[in-house]
C-alpha cells in the first residue's frame, strides 16, 4: 500500500488521493488507491509492473522513482495469492487495488508463502560498477530481493576498495562510465591493482558489433539495457550453480 500511495502522490498534481478499502463476499477486502494523475495508457498497464519501468509522462514534481514499486507489490501479490487490478483512463486517474483475505484465511496461507519464498535465494557477493548512483540504488534493491550480497562502486577506485575488503563471485560493470572512460578500460584498471578479477558481465546500451565482439574475446557475456530481470537472474544462477560445484573458499 506504500508503493500505491508514493506513486499516486507523486504523480497527482490537483486532486486528490484516496485510500479506502470495502469487504468482498464474505472472506475478502479490497483495498483501493484512487488518484485524480494524468492516468496511464493502455499500452504501459502491463509493462509498469515490470522492474526499472517507470511511466513515459513524468511526475508534475521531478521526482525520479527507480522503477520497481510495483513490481515488487506484483511480486508480494504473487507469492501471497493476492489478486491485484488497475483501471484507469488516460486524463482521468487511476486506481490500483489489491484483494487480501480476511484473517480467518491467514493461517491457512502461511505455509505456501514460506515455501514460495525458501528458493528464491541466491547465496552471492556481486560488485556493481556504475557512476549512476540511481542504477546502483536500483540494482541495490532488485538484487537483494535475490538474497545477493550487492557491493556498489561509482569509479576504479571504489571497486578496488570493496574487491580489497572480501571475495566477489560477480563484476557487474556498466560499458559507459564517467570521465570518458568505458567499461572495459575500467576492468584492466582493476586486473592491475589486484592479484585475480572474479567473472565479469558487462552492461551495455551499445548494441555494436565491435563491443559483441570485444566482449566476446574478453569472455565478458554482454546485459543489454534495459536488462531484463529474468536474463540477469539466470545469470546469476548460473554462477551459483558453478561456485556450488567448486570447492569452497578458505576463509580470509
Not at 513524468?58 to 495469492?81: Q, Y
Not at 529474468?230 to 580470509?252: C, F, W
Request: charged share 20%; net charge neutral; aromatic share 4%.
Amino acid at each position: 500500500m506504500q508503493n500505491f500511495l508514493s506513486n499516486a502522490l507523486r504523480y497527482t498534481s490537483t486532486g486528490s488521493v484516496l485510500l479506502g478499502a470495502r469487504r468482498v463476499g464474505a472472506e475478502t477486502v479490497r483495498i483501493e488507491v484512487w488518484d485524480s494523475g494524468p492516468g496511464i495508457a493502455e499500452e504501459q498497464r502491463a509493462r509498469i509492473f515490470d522492474e526499472f519501468q517507470r511511466l513515459e509522462q513524468p511526475s508534475p514534481w521531478g521526482e525520479k522513482g527507480l522503477g520497481l514499486g510495483l513490481s515488487i507489490c506484483d511480486r508480494l501479490a504473487g507469492i501471497l495469492g493476492h489478486r491485484l487490478d488497475l483501471h484507469s483512463r488516460v486524463g482521468h486517474g487511476s486506481c490500483f487495488a489489491v484483494s487480501v483475505p480476511r484473517s480467518a484465511a491467514v493461517a491457512q496461507r502461511h505455509r505456501r508463502v514460506q515455501h514460495v519464498g525458501s528458493d528464491q535465494q541466491l547465496p552471492l557477493t556481486v560488485l556493481c560498477l556504475d557512476n549512476d548512483a540511481t542504477i546502483l540504488d536500483g540494482m541495490r534493491a532488485l538484487l537483494g530481493r535475490w538474497g545477493v550480497d550487492c557491493r556498489v562502486a561509482a569509479d576504479v577506485a571504489q571497486a578496488a576498495e570493496v574487491l580489497a575488503h572480501g571475495p566477489v563471485d560477480l563484476i557487474l560493470a556498466d560499458y559507459h562510465l564517467a570521465d570518458g572512460l568505458d567499461g572495459v578500460q575500467a576492468l584492466q584498471q582493476l586486473r592491475a591493482a589486484t592479484d585475480q578479477l572474479p567473472p565479469v558481465a558487462m552492461i551495455t546500451a551499445d548494441g555494436s558489433s565491435e563491443l559483441k565482439q570485444r566482449a566476446r574475446t574478453l569472455g565478458y557475456p554482454l546485459l543489454h539495457k534495459p536488462v531484463r530481470p529474468a536474463a540477469l537472474r539466470a545469470l546469476l544462477t548460473a554462477l551459483a550453480g558453478k561456485r556450488d560445484g567448486r570447492e569452497p573458499a578458505s576463509a580470509p
